[in-house]
């Protein structure tokens, strides 16, 4: 096979590279001339240069993707828990839930246009310009003084993290492609103080900082400056030309898929709208949440169909992706593997506050609702290695798959008096969700037959992952909101009357538990300690079967999980040596610079 010089390849673009395979003078027999092998063939020979792997360019790169993808994470995980903080010091706002909301929402939305559109267009100015977004919306709500101020910054944050999620891409196309579960999991490593982490550190700012709160933010604005001047000063991928050849700029954009761009987006924000709206900000039966939803729903069916069916020069959703079961198989698994992971971020805090908190300090609960994002986080991290270590990629996800169904099922069992069971079950089970969804989503980067597509993969893996998980947490927030209407009054109500408490205030009792505080139970009549405490220990009691109902949903969407894995095929025959791009050192950059003015 002839070998590409490395200082030409970032002149050349892809389709060059393919008829350069396919014409070479010393053919590999086992591989059709023209084919992506060919391609993929070819770009294996690219020799790097010496050092390249710790230069300047390359470290940091690395190191702007792990600190953007903390970034992205922690505009949502530090903030999520401490809504009802940051309300009582700029609200109160009806409004605060949208704080939340907007950011994933926009998160959602960006994901494949970030991927897509960096494929065809070149990654470096979307990278920069997704941290320098970031950056400003991290000092929008540093410095917010109302909610709707907050809101703002917030789908700043929410549209930027887009850039910073594509985290499996960015850097696993620089990498070989055998190496790129370690480079996953090496991400993850950045995610810890954000998100395994992130409750407790959140906790502990607000208790222990002048500025409360608005620390989480300066933690961003902190490490979204260095992102930014990495992604700047270092972030060098294959450019424009070197992606496209001899086409101007102006001539791709007119290829465009405009509609698919259109149906796509406005789709799945009103479908997702319309679902968060639900039971939240609208009631369920509410014109708000029927037309939304259905309008979007309609968009995305048409989008699908106009992909399917329209002759596209370069459709948004390539759906030819599909054809590969395997890569169908890891999205299904990575979409599965965060809702099944969302159940329990949404379940755990509310049983730490209700079922297990009572004694406790605020930073132990804080620390206690690190659980779930603990285990997940360490199930990313060793999930990564543990493919790279033991291969064997299908047998361990059908493992991961059918451990953590039965564990996290099992949280069905936990009372109001088993916190170590609990704990452990949670920490358990979501790490073994996180292992099977952190090799699953290095798969949709791996078993892409053009890995030109990688950043279309990956984003299409990542809306998936963020659409299916909305629709399942309010699966899971519905399920919960009903059972806890049946099983709060009936347990409830006989155990404050049988206590005492006249029948006349048993309303006012259930309205105080919801509030929990001294002074909502003061204000009830007839109320006495007796009283109370059996009330409080029904309504533990009442939350518990709740949770069981919730914890015993989760089977289904498990199920899915173990069903997908069973379809992986196999993967390790793609864990090749091949660089899919390459970024541009300095002296490079300069010869090429040279070379081009001498031509």
Same mark, same amino acid.
């Given at each position: 096979?002839? &070998?590409?010089?490395?200082?030409?390849?970032?002149?050349?673009?892809?389709?060059?590279?393919?008829?350069?395979?396919?014409?070479?003078?010393?053919?590999?027999?086992?591989?059709?001339?023209?084919?992506?092998?060919?391609?993929?063939?070819?770009?294996?020979?690219?020799?790097?240069?010496?050092?390249?792997?710790?230069?300047?360019?390359?470290?940091?790169?690395?190191? @702007?993707?792990?600190?953007?993808?903390? !970034?992205?994470?922690?505009?949502?995980?530090?903030?999520?828990?401490?809504?009802?903080?940051?309300?009582?010091?700029?609200?109160?706002?009806?409004?605060?839930?949208?704080?939340?909301?907007?950011?994933?929402?926009?998160?959602?939305?960006?994901?494949?246009?970030?991927?897509?559109?960096?494929?065809?267009?070149?990654?470096?100015?979307?990278?920069?310009?997704?941290? $320098?977004?970031?950056?400003?919306?991290?000092?929008?709500?540093?410095?917010? %003084?109302?909610?709707?101020?907050?809101?703002?910054?917030?789908?700043?944050?929410?549209?930027?993290?887009?850039?910073?999620?594509?985290?499996?891409?960015?850097?696993?196309?620089?990498?070989?492609?055998?190496?790129?579960?370690?480079?996953?999991?090496?991400?993850?490593?950045?995610?810890?103080?954000?998100?395994?982490?992130?409750?407790?550190?959140?906790?502990?700012?607000?208790?222990?900082?002048?500025?409360?709160?608005?620390? !989480?933010?300066?933690?961003?604005?902190?490490?979204?400056?260095?992102?930014? #001047?990495?992604?700047?000063?270092?972030?060098?991928?294959?450019?424009?030309?070197?992606? %496209?050849?001899?086409?101007?700029?102006?001539?791709?954009?007119?290829?465009?898929?405009?509609?698919?761009?259109?149906?796509?987006? =406005?789709?799945?924000?009103?479908?997702?709208?319309?679902?968060?709206?639900?039971?939240?900000?609208?009631?369920?039966?509410?014109?708000?949440?029927?037309?939304?939803?259905?309008?979007? /729903?309609?968009?995305?069916?048409?989008?699908?169909?106009? &992909?399917?069916?329209?002759?596209?020069?370069?459709?948004?959703?390539?759906?030819?992706?599909?054809?590969?079961?395997?890569?169908?198989?890891?999205?299904?698994?990575?979409?599965?593997?965060?809702?099944?992971?969302?159940?329990?971020?949404?379940?755990?805090? %509310?049983?730490?506050?209700? #079922?297990?908190? &009572?004694?406790?300090?605020?930073?132990?609960?804080?620390?206690?609702?690190?659980?779930?994002?603990?285990?997940?986080?360490?199930?990313?991290?060793?999930?990564?290695?543990?493919?790279?270590?033991?291969?064997?990629?299908?047998?361990?996800?059908?493992?991961?798959?059918?451990?953590?169904?039965?564990?996290?099922?099992?949280?069905?069992?936990?009372?109001?008096?088993?916190?170590?069971?609990?704990?452990?079950?949670?920490?358990?089970?979501?790490?073994?969700?996180?292992?099977?969804?952190?090799?699953?989503?290095? /798969?949709?980067?791996?078993?892409?037959?053009?890995?030109?597509?990688?950043?279309?993969?990956?984003?299409?893996?990542?809306?998936?992952?963020?659409?299916?998980?909305?629709?399942?947490?309010?699966?899971?927030?519905?399920?919960?909101? +009903?059972?806890?209407?049946?099983?709060?009054?009936?347990?409830?109500?006989?155990?404050?009357? @049988?206590?005492?408490?006249?029948?006349?205030?048993?309303?006012?009792?259930?309205?105080?538990?919801?509030? =929990?505080?001294?002074?909502?139970?003061?204000?009830?009549?007839?109320?006495?300690?007796?009283? /109370?405490?059996?009330?409080?220990?029904?309504?533990?009691? $009442? +939350?518990?079967?709740?949770?069981?109902?919730?914890?015993?949903?989760?089977?289904?969407?498990?199920?899915?999980?173990?069903?997908?894995?069973?379809?992986?095929?196999?993967?390790?025959?793609?864990?090749?040596?091949?660089?899919?791009?390459?970024?541009?050192?300095?002296? &490079?950059?300069?010869?090429?610079?040279?070379?081009?003015? $001498?031509?």
């Amino acid at each position: 096979m002839a &070998e590409l010089p490395t200082e030409k390849i970032t002149l050349k673009s892809r389709l060059q590279v393919q008829s350069e395979a396919a014409t070479s003078d010393a053919p590999d027999p086992d591989i059709q001339p023209g084919s992506t092998a060919a391609t993929a063939a070819a770009l294996d020979a690219i020799h790097l240069a010496p050092g390249y792997y710790t230069s300047f360019r390359f470290l940091g790169s690395a190191l @702007a993707v792990g600190l953007g993808f903390g !970034c992205g994470v922690g505009g949502y995980s530090l903030i999520a828990p401490i809504l009802s903080y940051i309300d009582a010091d700029i609200g109160p706002d009806a409004n605060i839930v949208w704080v939340s909301l907007v950011y994933t929402l926009t998160s959602a939305i960006g994901l494949l246009l970030f991927g897509r559109l960096s494929d065809l267009f070149g990654r470096r100015w979307f990278f920069v310009g997704g941290s $320098a977004l970031a950056l400003v919306g991290s000092i929008v709500c540093a410095t917010a %003084n109302s909610i709707p101020m907050l809101i703002g910054g917030e789908t700043l944050l929410g549209f930027a993290s887009a850039s910073q999620l594509s985290y499996g891409f960015t850097l696993g196309e620089l990498l070989p492609i055998k190496y790129r579960f370690l480079g996953v999991s090496y991400c993850y490593l950045f995610v810890i103080p954000f998100s395994a982490l992130g409750p407790g550190v959140a906790y502990a700012l607000i208790l222990h900082t002048a500025a409360g709160w608005r620390w !989480c933010y300066y933690l961003l604005i902190i490490t979204n400056t260095i992102c930014t #001047l990495c992604w700047y000063f270092c972030y060098y991928p294959p450019t424009f030309q070197a992606k %496209n050849g001899d086409q101007t700029f102006w001539h791709k954009l007119a290829q465009l898929d405009y509609l698919g761009l259109l149906l796509y987006t =406005g789709g799945l924000l009103l479908f997702l709208m319309g679902l968060s709206w639900g039971g939240s900000v609208h009631p369920w039966r509410s014109a708000y949440v029927i037309c939304t939803m259905v309008i979007g /729903l309609l968009m995305l069916v048409g989008f699908v169909l106009w &992909e399917a069916w329209a002759t596209l020069q370069e459709p948004m959703l390539p759906l030819h992706l599909f054809k590969q079961r395997g890569f169908a198989s890891a999205v299904l698994m990575v979409s599965i593997g965060a809702s099944v992971y969302y159940a329990f971020a949404i379940l755990w805090p %509310n049983m730490v506050n209700i #079922l297990y908190s &009572e004694g406790e300090t605020t930073m132990w609960i804080g620390w206690a609702s690190c659980t779930t994002n603990a285990g997940f986080t360490l199930g990313e991290i060793c999930g990564g290695v543990l493919a790279k270590v033991f291969k064997k990629v299908k047998y361990q996800l059908i493992c991961a798959t059918v451990s953590s169904a039965a564990l996290l099922a099992a949280v069905a069992s936990c009372t109001p008096h088993t916190k170590d069971r609990a704990i452990g079950l949670i920490f358990v089970g979501t790490l073994l969700v996180g292992w099977y969804e952190s090799i699953s989503f290095t /798969l949709t980067t791996v078993l892409v037959d053009d890995q030109t597509e990688v950043g279309t993969a990956a984003g299409l893996g990542g809306s998936a992952r963020s659409g299916i998980s909305t629709v399942c947490s309010v699966i899971y927030t519905v399920v919960l909101s +009903n059972r806890l209407a049946s099983t709060v009054p009936a347990q409830v109500v006989p155990a404050v009357t @049988a206590a005492g408490l006249p029948a006349s205030s048993v309303a006012s009792f259930l309205t105080a538990l919801t509030a =929990g505080t001294p002074d909502a139970y003061a204000k009830i009549p007839g109320i006495t300690n007796a009283i /109370l405490a059996a009330g409080q220990q029904a309504y533990k009691t $009442a +939350n518990a079967d709740a949770y069981r109902t919730v914890s015993l949903t989760t089977l289904a969407f498990g199920g899915l999980a173990i069903i997908a894995s069973l379809f992986m095929g196999e993967v390790e025959s793609r864990m090749t040596g091949e660089v899919t791009a390459k970024l541009h050192l300095r002296k &490079e950059k300069e010869a090429t610079s040279a070379e081009t003015a $001498a031509v």
